[in-house]
Protein backbone atom coordinates (compact mmCIF):
# COMPACT_ATOMS: atom_id res chain seq x y z
CA UNK A 1 0.00 0.00 0.00
CA UNK A 2 3.11 2.74 0.90
CA UNK A 3 4.78 1.85 -2.64
CA UNK A 4 1.11 2.31 -4.17
CA UNK A 5 0.74 5.89 -2.72
CA UNK A 6 4.44 6.61 -3.32
CA UNK A 7 3.61 5.99 -6.99
CA UNK A 8 0.41 7.92 -6.98
CA UNK A 9 1.95 11.03 -5.57
CA UNK A 10 4.82 10.93 -8.03
CA UNK A 11 1.75 11.11 -10.68
CA UNK A 12 0.08 13.72 -9.31
CA UNK A 13 2.32 15.68 -9.56
CA UNK A 14 3.77 15.07 -12.31
CA UNK A 15 3.68 18.00 -15.51
CA UNK A 16 4.35 16.93 -18.90
CA UNK A 17 4.86 20.35 -21.55
CA UNK A 18 5.13 20.27 -25.04
CA UNK A 19 7.26 22.89 -27.58
CA UNK A 20 7.07 22.85 -31.61
CA UNK A 21 9.35 22.51 -33.79
CA UNK A 22 10.19 24.82 -36.76
CA UNK A 23 10.42 25.67 -40.58
CA UNK A 24 11.49 29.13 -41.36
CA UNK A 25 10.23 29.80 -45.18
CA UNK A 26 11.63 33.45 -45.43
CA UNK A 27 14.55 35.23 -44.09
CA UNK A 28 17.39 32.77 -44.13
CA UNK A 29 20.41 34.32 -43.07
CA UNK A 30 19.54 37.82 -43.00
CA UNK A 31 17.37 37.09 -39.82
CA UNK A 32 20.29 37.06 -38.04
CA UNK A 33 20.45 41.16 -38.23
CA UNK A 34 18.28 43.34 -37.29
CA UNK A 35 15.63 45.09 -38.43
CA UNK A 36 15.79 41.73 -41.03
CA UNK A 37 12.51 39.84 -40.52
CA UNK A 38 11.93 36.08 -40.72
CA UNK A 39 8.38 34.09 -41.50
CA UNK A 40 8.72 31.22 -39.35
CA UNK A 41 5.96 28.39 -39.27
CA UNK A 42 5.55 26.06 -35.74
CA UNK A 43 4.59 22.42 -36.63
CA UNK A 44 3.26 19.94 -34.89
CA UNK A 45 6.49 17.88 -34.33
CA UNK A 46 6.95 18.17 -30.67
CA UNK A 47 8.99 17.67 -28.09
CA UNK A 48 8.03 16.57 -24.86
CA UNK A 49 9.24 17.24 -21.31
CA UNK A 50 7.58 15.43 -18.58
CA UNK A 51 9.09 16.61 -14.99
CA UNK A 52 8.00 14.86 -11.71
CA UNK A 53 9.60 14.60 -7.87
CA UNK A 54 11.94 11.59 -7.67
CA UNK A 55 11.46 10.88 -3.90
CA UNK A 56 7.86 11.07 -2.82
CA UNK A 57 8.22 13.22 0.61
CA UNK A 58 11.13 14.97 1.83
CA UNK A 59 12.76 13.89 4.81
CA UNK A 60 12.61 15.71 8.12
CA UNK A 61 16.46 16.60 8.13
CA UNK A 62 16.87 17.76 4.55
CA UNK A 63 16.01 21.22 4.62
CA UNK A 64 19.64 21.99 5.87
CA UNK A 65 20.89 19.89 2.43
CA UNK A 66 22.78 21.86 -0.01
CA UNK A 67 22.19 19.67 -2.82
CA UNK A 68 18.83 18.00 -4.31
CA UNK A 69 19.05 14.81 -6.83
CA UNK A 70 18.34 15.46 -10.43
CA UNK A 71 17.79 12.90 -13.42
CA UNK A 72 17.19 12.87 -16.52
CA UNK A 73 15.82 9.69 -18.75
CA UNK A 74 16.01 9.88 -22.77
CA UNK A 75 14.29 6.73 -23.71
CA UNK A 76 14.93 7.41 -27.38
CA UNK A 77 18.42 7.11 -26.87
CA UNK A 78 19.08 4.40 -23.85
CA UNK A 79 20.63 6.82 -21.51
CA UNK A 80 19.69 8.00 -18.04
CA UNK A 81 22.39 10.76 -16.63
CA UNK A 82 22.31 11.49 -12.57
CA UNK A 83 23.10 14.98 -11.19
CA UNK A 84 23.33 16.78 -8.22
CA UNK A 85 21.94 20.67 -8.23
CA UNK A 86 22.75 23.12 -5.62
CA UNK A 87 20.27 24.76 -3.73
CA UNK A 88 22.33 27.97 -3.30
CA UNK A 89 23.47 28.62 -7.26
CA UNK A 90 21.23 25.91 -8.99
CA UNK A 91 24.13 24.46 -10.37
CA UNK A 92 24.35 21.21 -11.81
CA UNK A 93 26.52 18.68 -11.38
CA UNK A 94 27.31 15.21 -13.05
CA UNK A 95 27.38 12.24 -10.74
CA UNK A 96 26.54 9.33 -13.50
CA UNK A 97 25.72 8.30 -17.08
CA UNK A 98 26.97 9.27 -20.35
CA UNK A 99 24.02 10.80 -21.85
CA UNK A 100 24.75 13.83 -20.84
CA UNK A 101 23.11 17.11 -22.83
CA UNK A 102 24.75 20.56 -22.60
CA UNK A 103 21.21 21.79 -24.09
CA UNK A 104 19.51 20.27 -20.86
CA UNK A 105 21.92 20.63 -18.58
CA UNK A 106 21.53 24.86 -19.31
CA UNK A 107 17.67 24.12 -19.21
CA UNK A 108 17.71 22.26 -16.27
CA UNK A 109 20.04 24.68 -14.14
CA UNK A 110 19.05 28.16 -15.80
CA UNK A 111 14.88 27.11 -15.12
CA UNK A 112 15.33 26.29 -11.68
CA UNK A 113 17.07 29.21 -11.06
CA UNK A 114 14.36 31.11 -12.61
CA UNK A 115 11.69 29.70 -10.97
CA UNK A 116 13.44 30.92 -7.62
CA UNK A 117 14.07 34.34 -8.95
CA UNK A 118 10.17 34.65 -9.94
CA UNK A 119 9.43 33.76 -6.50
CA UNK A 120 12.01 35.83 -4.42
CA UNK A 121 9.15 38.28 -3.27
CA UNK A 122 6.26 35.57 -2.70
CA UNK A 123 5.10 34.66 0.43
CA UNK A 124 6.84 32.36 2.44
CA UNK A 125 4.68 29.89 2.02
CA UNK A 126 5.37 29.93 -1.63
CA UNK A 127 9.15 29.67 -1.36
CA UNK A 128 8.84 26.84 1.12
CA UNK A 129 6.52 24.71 -1.49
CA UNK A 130 9.54 25.24 -4.09
CA UNK A 131 12.29 24.03 -1.81
CA UNK A 132 10.43 21.28 -1.01
CA UNK A 133 9.88 20.40 -4.98
CA UNK A 134 13.25 20.76 -5.70
CA UNK A 135 14.45 18.93 -2.72
CA UNK A 136 12.11 16.05 -3.69
CA UNK A 137 14.42 15.65 -6.47
CA UNK A 138 13.48 16.67 -10.35
CA UNK A 139 13.11 13.69 -12.72
CA UNK A 140 13.08 14.57 -16.30
CA UNK A 141 11.55 11.97 -18.81
CA UNK A 142 12.30 13.81 -22.69
CA UNK A 143 11.07 12.87 -25.49
CA UNK A 144 11.35 14.02 -29.16
CA UNK A 145 8.19 13.32 -32.21
CA UNK A 146 9.62 10.81 -34.27
CA UNK A 147 9.74 13.76 -37.16
CA UNK A 148 13.03 15.65 -35.76
CA UNK A 149 14.50 12.70 -36.99
CA UNK A 150 15.23 10.39 -39.70
CA UNK A 151 14.04 6.88 -39.75
CA UNK A 152 14.28 6.03 -43.61
CA UNK A 153 16.78 3.18 -42.73
CA UNK A 154 14.56 1.29 -40.56
CA UNK A 155 11.44 1.88 -43.63
CA UNK A 156 14.06 0.70 -46.26
CA UNK A 157 15.20 -2.21 -44.17
CA UNK A 158 11.53 -2.87 -43.55
CA UNK A 159 10.25 -2.85 -47.83
CA UNK A 160 7.91 0.07 -47.02
CA UNK A 161 7.62 2.86 -49.89
CA UNK A 162 9.40 6.07 -48.96
CA UNK A 163 6.24 7.59 -47.94
CA UNK A 164 4.68 9.66 -45.17
CA UNK A 165 2.33 6.39 -44.30
CA UNK A 166 5.55 4.26 -43.76
CA UNK A 167 6.76 6.64 -41.41
CA UNK A 168 3.32 6.35 -39.63
CA UNK A 169 3.70 2.97 -39.07
CA UNK A 170 7.24 3.48 -36.97
CA UNK A 171 6.07 3.23 -33.58
CA UNK A 172 5.77 6.75 -31.84
CA UNK A 173 9.24 8.13 -29.81
CA UNK A 174 11.18 5.52 -31.75
CA UNK A 175 15.21 4.91 -30.94
CA UNK A 176 17.06 7.64 -32.77
CA UNK A 177 19.48 6.71 -35.74
CA UNK A 178 22.58 7.75 -35.86
CA UNK A 179 24.93 9.17 -38.48
CA UNK A 180 28.48 7.66 -39.45
CA UNK A 181 31.09 9.11 -41.55
CA UNK A 182 29.98 11.59 -44.36
CA UNK A 183 28.64 11.36 -48.07
CA UNK A 184 29.17 13.28 -51.34
CA UNK A 185 26.02 13.93 -53.24
CA UNK A 186 27.58 16.14 -56.08
CA UNK A 187 30.62 18.57 -55.76
CA UNK A 188 29.95 18.77 -52.40
CA UNK A 189 31.20 16.48 -49.37
CA UNK A 190 28.92 16.88 -46.31
CA UNK A 191 30.26 16.21 -42.36
CA UNK A 192 27.14 14.47 -40.95
CA UNK A 193 25.82 15.14 -37.81
CA UNK A 194 26.27 12.31 -35.13
CA UNK A 195 22.29 12.31 -35.17
CA UNK A 196 20.13 11.92 -38.16
CA UNK A 197 18.20 14.89 -38.26
CA UNK A 198 15.80 16.55 -40.08
CA UNK A 199 16.27 19.86 -39.80
CA UNK A 200 13.35 20.89 -37.82
CA UNK A 201 14.91 22.69 -34.73
CA UNK A 202 15.30 19.81 -31.81
CA UNK A 203 18.12 21.42 -29.87
CA UNK A 204 15.59 24.46 -29.34
CA UNK A 205 12.49 22.64 -29.46
CA UNK A 206 13.77 20.34 -26.23
CA UNK A 207 15.26 23.33 -24.46
CA UNK A 208 12.17 24.82 -24.62
CA UNK A 209 10.21 22.03 -23.67
CA UNK A 210 12.45 21.18 -20.63
CA UNK A 211 12.34 24.77 -19.38
CA UNK A 212 9.14 25.33 -19.46
CA UNK A 213 8.33 22.19 -18.13
CA UNK A 214 10.48 22.64 -14.73
CA UNK A 215 8.92 26.01 -14.77
CA UNK A 216 5.27 24.67 -14.63
CA UNK A 217 6.48 21.96 -12.24
CA UNK A 218 8.05 24.47 -9.83
CA UNK A 219 5.16 27.09 -9.82
CA UNK A 220 6.65 29.49 -11.62
CA UNK A 221 4.27 29.99 -14.69
CA UNK A 222 0.96 28.71 -15.66
CA UNK A 223 0.90 27.51 -19.42
CA UNK A 224 -2.42 26.76 -21.63
CA UNK A 225 -2.98 23.68 -22.32
CA UNK A 226 -2.10 22.74 -26.01
CA UNK A 227 -5.04 23.12 -28.17
CA UNK A 228 -7.22 25.66 -26.01
CA UNK A 229 -6.63 29.57 -25.39
CA UNK A 230 -3.49 30.79 -25.14
CA UNK A 231 -1.45 32.11 -22.09
CA UNK A 232 -0.78 35.29 -20.88
CA UNK A 233 2.22 36.94 -22.53
CA UNK A 234 3.97 37.45 -19.75
CA UNK A 235 4.38 33.85 -19.02
CA UNK A 236 5.70 33.10 -22.08
CA UNK A 237 7.92 36.15 -21.76
CA UNK A 238 9.93 33.85 -19.23
CA UNK A 239 9.83 30.98 -21.13
CA UNK A 240 11.69 33.01 -24.19
CA UNK A 241 14.36 34.67 -21.88
CA UNK A 242 15.66 31.71 -19.91
CA UNK A 243 15.18 28.86 -23.31
CA UNK A 244 17.35 31.81 -25.36
CA UNK A 245 19.92 32.12 -22.33
CA UNK A 246 20.09 28.34 -21.78
CA UNK A 247 20.46 27.55 -25.51
CA UNK A 248 22.84 30.19 -26.28
CA UNK A 249 24.77 29.09 -23.19
CA UNK A 250 24.87 25.62 -24.34
CA UNK A 251 25.72 26.73 -27.97
CA UNK A 252 28.71 28.90 -26.72
CA UNK A 253 27.10 31.77 -29.22
CA UNK A 254 24.44 34.15 -29.67
CA UNK A 255 22.23 32.94 -33.00
CA UNK A 256 19.57 35.02 -34.10
CA UNK A 257 17.00 32.98 -31.81
CA UNK A 258 13.97 32.41 -34.27
CA UNK A 259 13.60 29.00 -33.41
CA UNK A 260 13.44 29.09 -29.50
CA UNK A 261 11.24 31.75 -30.42
CA UNK A 262 8.75 30.22 -32.10
CA UNK A 263 9.32 26.92 -30.26
CA UNK A 264 7.70 29.78 -27.01
CA UNK A 265 5.62 31.48 -29.05
CA UNK A 266 4.52 29.60 -32.57
CA UNK A 267 4.61 30.77 -35.51
CA UNK A 268 5.27 34.51 -36.30
CA UNK A 269 6.98 37.36 -38.20
CA UNK A 270 10.48 37.58 -36.24
CA UNK A 271 13.15 39.92 -35.92
CA UNK A 272 15.88 39.03 -33.58
CA UNK A 273 16.72 40.72 -30.42
CA UNK A 274 20.48 42.75 -30.08
CA UNK A 275 23.17 40.16 -29.50
CA UNK A 276 24.26 42.30 -26.13
CA UNK A 277 20.91 40.86 -24.27
CA UNK A 278 22.96 37.47 -24.13
CA UNK A 279 26.63 38.25 -24.07
CA UNK A 280 26.93 37.16 -20.34
CA UNK A 281 25.07 34.00 -21.37
CA UNK A 282 27.18 33.32 -24.61
CA UNK A 283 30.27 32.21 -22.13
CA UNK A 284 27.99 29.17 -21.51
CA UNK A 285 27.85 30.03 -17.12
CA UNK A 286 30.93 29.67 -16.99
CA UNK A 287 31.69 33.86 -15.58
CA UNK A 288 28.91 33.55 -13.41
CA UNK A 289 26.40 30.94 -11.73
CA UNK A 290 23.40 30.21 -13.09
CA UNK A 291 21.28 32.22 -10.40
CA UNK A 292 23.18 35.20 -11.66
CA UNK A 293 22.99 34.64 -15.09
CA UNK A 294 18.85 34.18 -14.85
CA UNK A 295 18.93 37.57 -13.00
CA UNK A 296 21.00 39.71 -15.31
CA UNK A 297 18.68 38.31 -18.46
CA UNK A 298 15.70 39.02 -16.56
CA UNK A 299 16.32 42.34 -16.22
CA UNK A 300 17.65 43.41 -19.21
CA UNK A 301 15.75 44.86 -22.26
CA UNK A 302 14.88 42.44 -24.87
CA UNK A 303 14.30 44.15 -28.10
CA UNK A 304 12.71 41.31 -30.15
CA UNK A 305 10.03 41.90 -32.77
CA UNK A 306 7.37 39.45 -33.13
CA UNK A 307 3.99 39.43 -34.81
CA UNK A 308 1.51 36.10 -34.56
CA UNK A 309 1.31 34.38 -37.77
CA UNK A 310 -0.09 31.82 -39.48
CA UNK A 311 -0.56 30.16 -43.33
CA UNK A 312 -3.66 31.52 -44.90
CA UNK A 313 -6.41 29.20 -45.12
CA UNK A 314 -6.63 26.54 -47.12
CA UNK A 315 -2.40 26.63 -47.41
CA UNK A 316 -0.97 23.07 -46.40
CA UNK A 317 2.67 22.73 -45.06
CA UNK A 318 4.61 19.77 -46.36
CA UNK A 319 8.45 18.84 -45.01
CA UNK A 320 10.38 16.36 -46.97
CA UNK A 321 13.79 14.47 -46.37
CA UNK A 322 15.89 13.71 -48.90
CA UNK A 323 17.84 11.40 -47.41
CA UNK A 324 21.34 12.69 -46.69
CA UNK A 325 21.10 13.02 -42.98
CA UNK A 326 21.45 16.38 -42.49
CA UNK A 327 24.02 19.69 -43.22
CA UNK A 328 26.17 21.72 -40.49
CA UNK A 329 24.26 25.09 -40.35
CA UNK A 330 26.77 27.02 -38.42
CA UNK A 331 30.11 26.13 -40.80
CA UNK A 332 27.33 27.23 -43.88
CA UNK A 333 26.81 30.56 -41.68
CA UNK A 334 30.39 31.04 -41.50
CA UNK A 335 31.23 30.73 -44.94
CA UNK A 336 28.20 33.44 -45.74
CA UNK A 337 29.44 35.14 -43.10
CA UNK A 338 32.58 35.47 -44.44
CA UNK A 339 32.12 35.89 -47.53
CA UNK A 340 30.03 39.14 -46.75
CA UNK A 341 32.87 40.21 -45.24
CA UNK A 342 35.31 39.90 -48.13
CA UNK A 343 33.03 41.05 -50.84
CA UNK A 344 30.45 43.98 -49.20
CA UNK A 345 30.01 45.55 -52.76
CA UNK A 346 29.17 42.32 -54.11
CA UNK A 347 27.59 41.30 -51.50
CA UNK A 348 25.51 44.21 -50.05
CA UNK A 349 23.25 44.48 -53.34
CA UNK A 350 22.58 41.12 -52.94
CA UNK A 351 21.43 41.58 -49.70
CA UNK A 352 19.23 43.98 -50.25
CA UNK A 353 17.42 42.42 -52.98
CA UNK A 354 16.87 39.35 -50.96
CA UNK A 355 15.29 41.62 -48.22
CA UNK A 356 12.87 42.72 -50.96
CA UNK A 357 12.24 39.48 -51.84
CA UNK A 358 11.32 38.51 -48.70
CA UNK A 359 9.19 41.13 -47.96
CA UNK A 360 7.19 40.21 -51.48
CA UNK A 361 6.68 36.57 -50.22
CA UNK A 362 5.38 38.10 -46.73
CA UNK A 363 3.19 40.70 -48.75
CA UNK A 364 1.72 38.31 -50.55
CA UNK A 365 0.79 35.90 -47.95
CA UNK A 366 -0.55 38.59 -46.09
CA UNK A 367 -2.52 39.31 -49.06
CA UNK A 368 -3.61 35.57 -49.40
CA UNK A 369 -5.35 36.38 -45.26
CA UNK A 370 -6.95 39.35 -46.47
CA UNK A 371 -8.61 37.40 -49.49
CA UNK A 372 -9.97 34.46 -47.38
CA UNK A 373 -11.38 36.88 -44.42
CA UNK A 374 -13.50 39.05 -47.14
CA UNK A 375 -13.80 36.92 -50.68
CA UNK A 376 -16.41 34.56 -50.98
CA UNK A 377 -14.70 33.16 -53.71
CA UNK A 378 -11.47 32.21 -52.03
CA UNK A 379 -11.84 28.37 -51.15
CA UNK A 380 -13.28 28.22 -54.99
CA UNK A 381 -10.58 29.94 -56.52
CA UNK A 382 -8.00 27.52 -54.35
CA UNK A 383 -10.28 24.75 -55.16
CA UNK A 384 -9.73 25.27 -58.98
CA UNK A 385 -5.80 26.18 -58.88
CA UNK A 386 -5.37 22.80 -56.90
CA UNK A 387 -5.60 20.85 -60.68
CA UNK A 388 -3.79 22.97 -62.82
CA UNK A 389 -0.43 24.19 -63.21
CA UNK A 390 0.38 28.24 -61.95
CA UNK A 391 0.79 29.30 -65.51
CA UNK A 392 -3.24 28.50 -65.92
CA UNK A 393 -4.60 29.81 -62.87
CA UNK A 394 -5.40 33.51 -64.46
CA UNK A 395 -7.11 31.88 -67.19
CA UNK A 396 -9.62 30.05 -65.09
CA UNK A 397 -10.42 32.92 -62.73
CA UNK A 398 -8.75 36.36 -63.60
CA UNK A 399 -12.41 37.02 -65.18
CA UNK A 400 -13.78 38.08 -62.48
CA UNK A 401 -12.39 41.03 -59.67
CA UNK A 402 -12.58 38.84 -56.83
CA UNK A 403 -11.58 35.75 -58.87
CA UNK A 404 -8.51 37.85 -60.00
CA UNK A 405 -7.22 39.69 -56.99
CA UNK A 406 -6.74 36.16 -55.53
CA UNK A 407 -4.91 34.95 -58.65
CA UNK A 408 -2.88 37.45 -58.36
CA UNK A 409 -2.19 36.94 -54.76
CA UNK A 410 -0.54 33.77 -55.57
CA UNK A 411 1.19 34.37 -57.91
CA UNK A 412 2.83 37.29 -56.67
CA UNK A 413 3.48 35.05 -53.99
CA UNK A 414 5.10 32.43 -56.20
CA UNK A 415 7.45 34.63 -58.16
CA UNK A 416 8.40 36.49 -55.38
CA UNK A 417 9.72 33.11 -53.46
CA UNK A 418 11.58 32.48 -56.75
CA UNK A 419 13.25 35.32 -56.59
CA UNK A 420 14.34 34.23 -52.92
CA UNK A 421 15.54 30.70 -54.01
CA UNK A 422 17.42 32.79 -57.54
CA UNK A 423 19.18 34.92 -55.35
CA UNK A 424 20.09 32.44 -52.42
CA UNK A 425 21.51 30.21 -54.53
CA UNK A 426 23.57 33.66 -55.68
CA UNK A 427 24.75 33.39 -52.51
CA UNK A 428 25.75 29.66 -52.52
CA UNK A 429 27.54 29.35 -55.31
CA UNK A 430 29.29 33.08 -54.46
CA UNK A 431 30.14 31.63 -50.46
CA UNK A 432 30.74 28.05 -51.99
CA UNK A 433 28.31 26.25 -50.08
CA UNK A 434 25.30 24.45 -50.91
CA UNK A 435 22.61 26.39 -49.67
CA UNK A 436 20.32 25.00 -52.60
CA UNK A 437 22.59 22.41 -53.85
CA UNK A 438 21.56 20.99 -57.72
CA UNK A 439 19.95 18.17 -56.54
CA UNK A 440 18.08 20.57 -54.66
CA UNK A 441 16.92 22.44 -57.54
CA UNK A 442 15.59 19.64 -59.82
CA UNK A 443 13.64 18.75 -56.41
CA UNK A 444 12.54 21.93 -55.35
CA UNK A 445 11.91 22.68 -59.77
CA UNK A 446 9.97 19.68 -60.55
CA UNK A 447 7.73 20.28 -57.45
CA UNK A 448 7.04 23.82 -58.15
CA UNK A 449 6.20 22.50 -61.67
CA UNK A 450 2.99 20.55 -60.59
CA UNK A 451 -0.83 21.42 -59.98
CA UNK A 452 -1.71 23.19 -56.47
CA UNK A 453 1.83 23.78 -55.19
CA UNK A 454 2.41 27.33 -54.63
CA UNK A 455 6.04 26.95 -53.19
CA UNK A 456 8.57 24.73 -52.55
CA UNK A 457 12.65 25.40 -51.45
CA UNK A 458 15.04 24.76 -48.56
CA UNK A 459 14.12 25.95 -44.99
CA UNK A 460 16.09 28.15 -42.92
CA UNK A 461 20.37 28.07 -44.22
CA UNK A 462 19.39 25.15 -46.86
CA UNK A 463 21.99 22.56 -47.49
CA UNK A 464 21.05 19.10 -47.80
CA UNK A 465 18.67 17.97 -45.07
CA UNK A 466 14.80 19.01 -45.82
CA UNK A 467 12.85 20.74 -48.26
CA UNK A 468 9.36 22.35 -47.56
CA UNK A 469 6.29 23.23 -49.99
CA UNK A 470 3.55 25.02 -49.27
CA UNK A 471 0.37 23.51 -50.88
CA UNK A 472 -3.43 24.14 -51.92
CA UNK A 473 -5.08 21.78 -50.06
CA UNK A 474 -4.05 18.57 -48.69
CA UNK A 475 -5.20 16.66 -51.97
CA UNK A 476 -2.30 18.17 -53.59
CA UNK A 477 -0.24 16.95 -50.85
CA UNK A 478 -1.31 13.38 -51.12
CA UNK A 479 0.33 14.24 -54.73
CA UNK A 480 3.70 15.69 -53.59
CA UNK A 481 4.09 13.04 -51.24
CA UNK A 482 3.75 10.31 -54.15
CA UNK A 483 5.98 12.26 -56.51
CA UNK A 484 8.53 13.42 -53.21
CA UNK A 485 8.44 8.80 -52.88
CA UNK A 486 8.90 8.42 -56.64
CA UNK A 487 12.39 10.86 -56.30
CA UNK A 488 13.34 8.86 -52.85
CA UNK A 489 12.44 12.13 -50.86
CA UNK A 490 10.52 11.03 -47.52
CA UNK A 491 7.24 13.52 -46.77
CA UNK A 492 7.54 13.92 -43.36
CA UNK A 493 3.82 13.66 -41.36
CA UNK A 494 3.75 17.19 -40.14
CA UNK A 495 1.97 20.47 -41.10
CA UNK A 496 1.54 23.70 -39.07
CA UNK A 497 0.10 23.87 -35.82
CA UNK A 498 0.53 27.73 -34.78
CA UNK A 499 0.77 27.25 -31.10
CA UNK A 500 3.69 27.48 -29.56
CA UNK A 501 4.97 26.03 -25.98
CA UNK A 502 1.92 24.41 -24.26
CA UNK A 503 0.94 22.14 -21.20
CA UNK A 504 -0.29 18.56 -21.93
CA UNK A 505 -3.12 17.02 -20.10
CA UNK A 506 -1.10 13.21 -20.32
CA UNK A 507 2.30 11.50 -21.37
CA UNK A 508 2.13 11.92 -25.08
CA UNK A 509 2.95 7.78 -24.51
CA UNK A 510 -0.54 6.73 -23.90
CA UNK A 511 -2.09 9.43 -26.77
CA UNK A 512 -0.12 7.91 -30.12
CA UNK A 513 -1.35 10.52 -32.05
CA UNK A 514 0.75 12.94 -30.85
CA UNK A 515 3.73 12.27 -33.32
Known amino acids: MMMVTRL ?32 VLSTSARFYAIVKPIHSDVAPNSWSWSWADVKVLSPQMFTETTYKLSLRDSHLRKVAGDGSSVFVEQAVQLAVAAAKARLQHATSDAQDLLR ?29 PIMTSSLASIPSFSPITSNSGSIQ ?30 LQYLGGIKLAVHGESKEEETELELVHMVSQAAHCAAQGKVGSGFDVSSAVFGSQRYVRFSPSVLLSAQAGGRLVTPLELVKQVLTTDWDAERLPYALPPGLVLMVGEPGFGGSHTPSMVGAVQAWRKADPVTANPVWVALAEANQGV ?10 AESRHAYNTVLEGCCTSSSDKWKYLFGDTPEGLEIVEALLET ?26 QTALL ?49 VQEDPQGVSLELCDPRIDRTSS
Open 414 to 439: RQAFINVRSLLRHVGEAANVPIEPPS
Open 8 to 39: WVRWILCRVVSAPGKVLITGAYLVLERPNAGL
Open 445 to 493: DATMDMSGVLLAGVPGAGGFDAVFAVVLGNTVREQVDVEWSRRGVLSLS
Open 132 to 160: KLVLQGLEITILGSNNFYSFRKQIEASGL
Open 362 to 371: ERGLLHLIEC
Open 185 to 214: PGDHAIALPEVAKTGLGSSAAMTTAVVAGI
